[in-house]
């Protein structure tokens, strides 16, 4: 029974004891004893001074010694009954299940337990440094009185008038649910600027968050109209940051001696940049100092952005090669994109600091569209530097492409290799995109003038809706009016540099960005179409056509383009028309007139024996076409063929 025990272990609590409690609510604990005063507190528990008279009632003579002696082992002397040994067990057992009980029951229940306090060494105090310790404590424990009796009327104040501002740990955590919130100390700050998406720009967007005060936020009416939502949460943000900032991106034209010579004058880009400015504080978007947090964060971040962006594209500006440099001013960047057009970029910002801004009669006109992609382009930026393709790899570098990491197994080249290391900069796409808005734009208002000069044949443009920001397509539709079964039709695509014209018959024909290319192909298409229609007219009018040739090698040559020429015969074969279509000189028609023999009897008598010889025609005529009855060309040809069939 005895080897079976189970063995207790009583330890004293393992904590400190509290010895003073502060008025804030802090406890100030008694510090643990060491070893050597452990020891010592022990040594003091010895009592020195026990009386050693009770060893004086013991046996001195031999024979009671021995006698003694005689008595003890009498004890151990074994017993007769045989269960003696057991009840013995049973008994050692009891005892030791009786004395677990007792400190069982002495650590359940802590009266029982007195710690006697360490006597410790009196310390000498300073009546002058305890009058002042006790001021101090006096004097901190009344200001919490007072914060607290404040905090107690403003909740008092709210409730009786009604909550004018939402609770603080709400607005702090619609904060921390939006932006990016670390503690420093007590301090709370935030930051704006882009580091997670791998931006290099090197602006401190850091911001401080602090509780409104009272007298603030209760001193403006929250329920007068249009003011501003107040909060229970104060932004304090850096200086740089304040205000307003935009990105204005503007294609003027220039004149053409000041292109021819390259050069930009500083002081006409520090005159656009004031005039910039000058928009910018006549906009009178400022935030104010008292707007709503989100409102004040979110035009901070849109500063910051825009910095970034500008800073981008300064550095790529720099950098980049081209035939014309570009030029970085101030806050303004210049980029030739044709002759006479240029692209202006520059960076607005007003803080609202400066009042003494002459006023402008009108913004100068910028290009949405442009300013729209500009920021999409460095937020794709940012979104790639966060999502990598998957999946990722564990013994790569991230932000390597799927491709990329696939050129060892695939074997690539060194030039494959450089040409996925090649990547289009935002400065060079935003200047693709420029390009095609002028070209388009060009392309637009040329189709729309000469479609309104032009009245014979008539001619429609269709814009496609739905283009890409680098591409456009726009289908053109010749007819002539009363006969719109007969079409030629063309499509335009309208790139960066070129345009490129494909044919009804499948041709494909690149065009530059000059506008007289364009015109030239027009007038092509127009004298093609001229033919074309004259030929469907003579299947209906029963004429046969004799020839037919869009590229006709004799006359005159055209300064540009080729003539087209048709050939048609009457129905009794005695008159046969010629018509020509040239881009330049226009139309030309001439009729010919082949006579039949009356009587084929006196054809017997002539020294011609062969017939074919008997009809020759006559010279050809020219007809002014001008002269005849019709709206248009075709019109005026189905006149002509009427009354030359009779």
């Not at 006559?618 to 009779?646: Q, Y």
Request: glycine residues 4%; charged residues 25%.
């Amino acid at each position: 029974m005895a080897n079976h025990a189970v063995r207790v272990s009583v330890e004293t609590v393992l904590e400190n004891q509290v010895q003073e409690i502060a008025l804030d609510g802090t406890e100030l604990y008694v510090q643990p004893l060491s070893m050597s005063e452990n020891l010592t507190k022990l040594a003091h528990k010895i009592d020195f001074y026990k009386d050693e008279s009770a060893e004086k009632g013991k046996a001195t003579s031999e024979g009671e010694k021995e006698n003694e002696e005689e008595k003890a082992l009498a004890k151990f002397q074994p017993s007769l009954w045989p269960w003696d040994s057991v009840r013995n067990k049973i008994k050692a057992s009891l005892s030791e299940v009786s004395v677990l009980l007792d400190v069982l029951a002495i650590a359940r229940q802590e009266k029982y337990m007195v710690l006697d306090p360490v006597s410790q060494e009196p310390t000498d105090t300073k009546v002058g440094a305890l009058l002042m310790a006790k001021k101090k404590g006096l004097s901190s424990a009344a200001s919490i009185l007072i914060s607290g009796a404040e905090r107690l009327k403003k909740s008092h104040y709210e409730l009786s008038v009604g909550r004018t501002t939402p609770d603080f740990h709400i607005e702090l955590l619609r904060l921390r649910q939006n932006w990016r919130l670390k503690k420093v100390g007590n301090t709370i700050l935030g930051d704006l600027s882009y580091r997670s998406a791998g931006s290099r720009f090197l602006q401190g967007g850091t911001f401080e968050v602090k509780k409104s005060d009272s007298s603030s936020s209760s001193a403006a009416d929250p329920t007068t109209p249009g003011a501003p939502p107040r909060g229970a949460l104060q932004v304090v943000i850096p200086s740089e940051l304040e205000g307003v900032a935009y990105i204005q991106v503007a294609i003027k034209r220039v004149e053409e001696t000041k292109h021819k010579e390259h050069k930009f004058s500083a002081i006409e880009a520090s005159d656009v940049a004031s005039a910039i400015l000058t928009i910018a504080a006549n906009l009178e978007t400022s935030v104010p100092s008292e707007a709503y947090w989100q409102q004040k964060l979110e035009a901070a971040q849109n500063v910051i952005f825009c910095k970034e962006l500008f800073a981008h594209l300064a550095r790529e500006a720099v950098q980049l090669k081209s035939q014309i440099s570009h030029v970085v001013i101030g806050k303004q960047i210049i980029s030739n994109l044709f002759p006479g057009v240029q692209l202006s970029i520059a960076l607005c910002h007003y803080t609202g600091k400066d009042k003494k801004t002459p006023p402008m009669p009108h913004r100068p006109e910028h290009n949405h569209v442009l300013e729209h992609s500009l920021h999409q382009l460095l937020r794709e930026v940012h979104y790639k530097n966060i999502h990598h393709s998957s999946p990722h790899p564990v013994t790569t570098t991230l932000g390597v492409n799927k491709r990329r990491r696939m050129a060892g197994p695939h074997a690539f080249s060194r030039d494959d290799l450089i040409e996925m290391s090649q990547c289009e900069t935002l400065l060079e796409q935003i200047i693709k995109q420029a390009k095609h808005t002028v070209l388009r734009q060009k392309t637009m208002q040329f189709l729309d003038e000469f479609s309104r000069i032009t009245a014979d044949p008539l001619i429609a443009s269709h814009w496609n809706s739905l283009s890409s920001a680098l591409e456009s397509t726009v289908k053109i539709n010749i007819t002539s009016q009363g006969y719109d079964t007969v079409r030629t039709t063309q499509a335009l695509i309208v790139g960066t540099d070129n345009i490129k014209a494909v044919c009804r018959d499948g041709r494909v024909i690149t065009l530059s960005f000059e506008e007289q290319e364009l015109r030239d192909f027009i007038l092509c298409q127009i004298a093609q179409h001229q033919i074309s229609a004259v030929q469907t007219l003579s299947k209906m009018m029963g004429w046969q056509v004799l020839s037919i040739n869009t590229h006709a090698g004799v006359g005159d040559m055209e300064p540009l383009g080729n003539t087209s020429t048709v050939m048609l015969a009457s129905p009794t074969g005695e008159r046969v028309l010629s018509i020509r279509s040239a881009p330049v000189s226009g139309i030309q028609v001439s009729v010919q007139s082949c006579p039949k023999q009356a009587d084929e009897t006196n054809s017997n008598h002539t020294l011609v024996k062969d017939n074919k010889w008997t009809s020759l025609g006559s010279p050809f005529k020219s007809i002014n076409v001008n002269r005849i009855e019709g709206k248009n060309l075709v019109s005026k040809i189905e006149l002509l063929m009427a009354a030359l069939a009779k």
